[in-house]
C-alpha cells in the first residue's frame, strides 16, 4: 500500500473511534444537566486533560509552532503567559467556581450563574452573557474549521473546503448526540494523542538531523536578515508586544468552555489534583509545540525544502519522519486538538441558545427531552453560521482565536472574578463591565490600536474598572446574597488545606 494509504488508514481509525465515544456518551446522556454539564461527575484526571485540550485547540499545533517558525522564540511568551493564566485560573477560580455554581440555584452555565448570583430579575445579565458568548463563539468555531480545512489541504491534497466539512461533519456528529460527556471524554482521548506528538515529533526531529548543534546551525543559517533571530526571546521585542503577549493569560478567567469544566468536577476539593495534572500537560505541550516550530526552521533550511505556509510546519515535518501509520496518527494530533476545542464550543454555544436564551422567551416548560432536542438544534445552527464564515480565508487561525479570546476575557474575566471573591458586586456592575469590557476589546481589535497592544488589556481593565465603580453606586446586594457568598467560600476552602501545587 502506498503511504497515503497506510496514513488515511491511520485517521479513518481515530475518526472511527471518536464517533464511538460519541455514542458512548450518547447513551448516558437522558437530561439537559447530563447535556450540557455531564451531571456534575467528571473526575478531577478527565477535567484536566478535557480542559487543556479544549483550550489548546489547533492553535497549539498549527498556529503557535507557524508563529515560532516565522518569528522565532519572542512569540514564546504567549505560551509563558498562557500557563501562568492557566495555573492561576485551576488555583483560584476552579474550587470557588465549582462550589459557587452549585450553591446558586444548581447554575449549569456561566450565563445563569451571573442571573442567579446577583439576583437579576430583570434577565438582561443572562441575556447579554449569552449573546456575548454566541457572538464570539461563532468566530472561535470557524477558527477551528479554518484549521479543519487547512490540515486536510496540506495534508492529503483534498480542497479546502472539502476538508472543513470533514472535520466539521465528524465533530458535529458526535457533539451533537453525545453533549457534553461526548465532548469530555472524547477530549481525554485527544489530549493524550496531543502530548504524544508533541513531544514525539520535536525528539525524532533532533535525533535524524544528528543533535542539537546540527539544528542550531540550521537555525544560525536561516537567520539571513539583521532582523532574524530566532533563539531569542527579546530580539525584535517591544515592551507592547511582550505585555501583549503575556496578556493571553488574562483569558482564561473568562473562557466558558475552560471553565465549565470546573463547574462539572465532583467537588471543589478535585480542583488540587486537577490542576497538577492540566499544569503538567500544559507545560510539556507547549514546550513541545515551540519546540516544533523552531527546531522546523533548522530542519526546513538543512533540507533544503520551502514552506509556503508556516502554520503547517508541524505536519510537514510529521509526515518526513515518520511511518505512514505513525504520521497518521501523529496528523490525528492536529485533528484531536481542532476537533477537541470545536466540540466544546458547540456545547457552551448550545447552552446559550437552550439555558440562557430560548428558555426565556418559551411560555411553557419544556420536558427533557425537549430541551435536548432544542440544544442539539443549537450546536447545528452555530456550527453552520461559523462554516460559512470560516468559507472567507484572508485571516490566521492564530488572528481568529486571539479575537475571540480577547472577546471572552474582556467581558466574562472580570466579572468571574468579583462574582467569587467580591460580595459588593451588583448586578448593574456586572452588566455595565460585561458589555463595556466587550465592546472596548471589539473596537479596539478591529481597530489599528490592535497592532500595538491586544485588545484584552484595555478591555479587561475597562470592565474591571467600570464594574467596581457602578457597583459602589448602584444597590447593596441582600441578605441572601451575602450569606451564600459566605458558604460557597466555605465550601471552596477545601482544596485550599489540601496543599498546593
Known sequence: MSDQTWTTIAIVA????????????????????????????????????????SDMS?????????AIYVAGLVEAWIAVGLTIGAWLNWKFVAPRLRAYTEVSNNSITIPSFFENRLRDTSRLLRIAAGAIVLVFFTFYVSSGMVAGGTFFESSFEMSYLTGLLVVAGVTLAYTLFG?????????????????????????????????????REGILAADTTAAANHLSFVAGASATGVISALAWGLGYFGQPHIIVRFMAMRTPRDATAGRRIG??????????????????VGFINVNGLTLDNPETIFLVMAQMLFHPVVAGLVLAAVLAAIMSTLSSQLIVSSSALVEDLAKMVTKRELSAKAQVMLGRAGVLTVALIAAIIALDRTTTILDL??????????????IVLLSLYWRRLSRWGALAGMVSGAVVAFVWGQSALGDTLYEIVPGFLTGLVVAIVVSLFTARPGEDVQGEFLEARRLAAAPASAGAA
Open 14 to 53: 481515530y475518526m472511527a473511534l471518536m464517533l464511538g465515544i460519541g455514542y458512548a456518551a450518547f447513551r448516558g446522556t437522558k437530561d439537559l444537566d447530563d447535556y450540557m454539564l455531564g451531571g456534575r461527575r467528571l473526575h478531577p484526571s478527565v477535567a484536566a486533560l478535557s480542559a487543556g485540550a
Open 58 to 66: 489547533g492553535w497549539l499545533l498549527l498556529g503557535l509552532p507557524g
Open 179 to 215: 453533549g457534553f460527556l461526548g465532548a469530555t471524554w472524547t477530549d481525554v482521548a485527544q489530549g493524550i494523542l496531543m502530548l504524544l506528538a508533541l513531544i514525539a515529533v520535536p525528539i525524532v526531529a533532533i535525533v535524524e538531523m544528528g543533535g542539537w548543534g546540527v539544528v
Open 279 to 296: 499544569i503538567s500537560w500544559m507545560i510539556l505541550t507547549a514546550v513541545g509545540a515551540v519546540m516544533t516550530g523552531l527546531i522546523g
Open 401 to 414: 482565536v486571539g479575537f475571540a479570546w480577547a472577546g471572552f476575557g474582556a467581558a466574562f474575566g472580570p
